[in-house]
């Protein structure tokens, strides 16, 4: 049995005490917020988990083996640093940190106490991510020319972070997921319409290595929710629409296929609008994925597939993309300083 310390009870601390608790492996040991109604909302639903607001009495119990950290995201790195320096195991949420320089050395630091350090990069975890991970892998749509992706809703505006910090780690990490590659560079337009000075849409252009381009668009303003991926290769393409409860991921066999000009000045396009197929995806609760992964790496001391240099791999990307926002969207070299992999 793992025992998981988990800090932070807002917005999304209850859903990890939740999956935490049905984890047949794991115990939640306490529940730390530093604000005393957040905690009688915990006991309220598990009142045999103890609540503290003093970080220290958590990182002070010999039993707790693993700290998971739900709290704002300036919070993030010192709150796991010290957790990492009180010998515990961390999980903390999206994005892993504020800056590069700080996922870095939160990177570092758990490499050198041998520590596990996963990121909640909870679309990772997701069965229908994972179909789409399988399909690209397989070829079936050849090669990947391009990704466009829409995460907007009428969203929670956040106090201290612009959506960027927000949405985008969603869809980067499932960008890096599938392309196995991070991207060289970034520009972004982006508009603080309802406080000045906080970014609430942002179009967010990216460019790979290998020659992909893709389009994130993410706002925190729009009159429907729209959760949707569309990925275009050079024999198939493939729609990925999260709000869907069924065919979450459809594969279109369509495609345009370019022949060689006969004579000067002529060239020909064949246009094929074959099958649609549906492939069928597990009903899993990514969240519960995701737990059950984490606790799974302490068991097993096996490395988590989200992380540090995963988290540090969106960082990077979403600090280059602020710096666009913020100078014009001029195109900005992602730089993952330090970075390994
Ligand atoms: N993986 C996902 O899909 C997903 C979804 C939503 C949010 N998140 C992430 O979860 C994190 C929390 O987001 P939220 O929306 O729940 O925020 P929130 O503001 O609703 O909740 C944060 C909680 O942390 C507490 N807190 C702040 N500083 C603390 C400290 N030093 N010690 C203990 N408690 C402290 C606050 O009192 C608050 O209760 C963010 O990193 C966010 O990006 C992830």
């Known amino acids: 049995m793992k025992k998981v310390a988990l800090v932070g009870y807002g917005y999304w601390g209850p859903n990890l005490l939740r999956n935490y608790m049905e984890h047949p492996d794991a115990w939640v040991q306490w529940v730390c917020d530093i604000r005393p109604e957040a905690l009688q909302k915990a006991s309220a639903r598990y009142p045999a988990v103890p609540t503290t607001t003093d970080y220290q009495q958590v990182l002070a119990d010999d039993d707790v083996d693993a700290v998971a950290i739900a709290t704002p995201i300036s919070t993030h790195f010192p709150l796991a640093q010290a957790a ?22 939160l990177r570092d630091l758990a490499a050198e106490k041998q520590l596990k350090l996963m990121v909640g990069h909870t679309f990772v975890f997701s069965p229908p991510v994972q179909k789409v991970k399988e399909i690209i892998d397989s070829g079936e749509l050849g090669e990947i020319y391009f990704v466009t992706s829409t995460r907007v809703n009428l969203g929670l505006h956040q106090k201290d972070v612009s959506v960027i910090w927000d949405l985008a780690p969603h869809d980067l990490s499932i960008l890096h997921h599938w392309l196995g590659e991070t991207p060289e560079s970034v520009s972004v337009a982006g508009r603080a319409c309802v406080n000045p000075d906080i970014p609430d849409v942002a179009f967010v252009n990216l460019r790979f290595p ?22 275009v290769g050079s024999k198939k393409m493939l ?6 409860s069924v065919e979450k991921v459809k594969v279109f066999d369509h495609g345009v296929d370019y022949r060689d000009p006969q004579t000067f000045g002529e060239f020909q396009l064949s246009y094929r609008t074959g099958d649609i197929v549906s492939p069928k995806v597990s009903g899993s609760e990514p969240l519960f994925l995701e737990a059950s992964h984490f606790v799974e790496c302490l068991e097993t001391g096996s490395c988590p597939s989200a992380d540090a240099e995963a988290g540090l791999a969106v960082v990077a990307s979403l600090e280059a993309a602020d710096y666009s926002l913020h100078h014009g ?7 993952a300083e330090g970075a390994t992999g």
């Open 210 to 231: 290998s020659g992909v381009v893709a389009e994130l668009q993410v706002a925190w303003l729009s009159p429907i929710k729209l959760r949707r991926t569309v990925v």
């Open 239 to 244: 729609l990925y629409d999260d709000t869907e």
């Open 329 to 335: 969207g001029v195109v900005q070299t992602v730089q």
């Open 84 to 105: 990492l320096k009180a010998g515990k195991h961390v999980f903390v949420e999206k994005p892993m940190t504020g800056s590069t320089a700080d996922a870095v050395a």
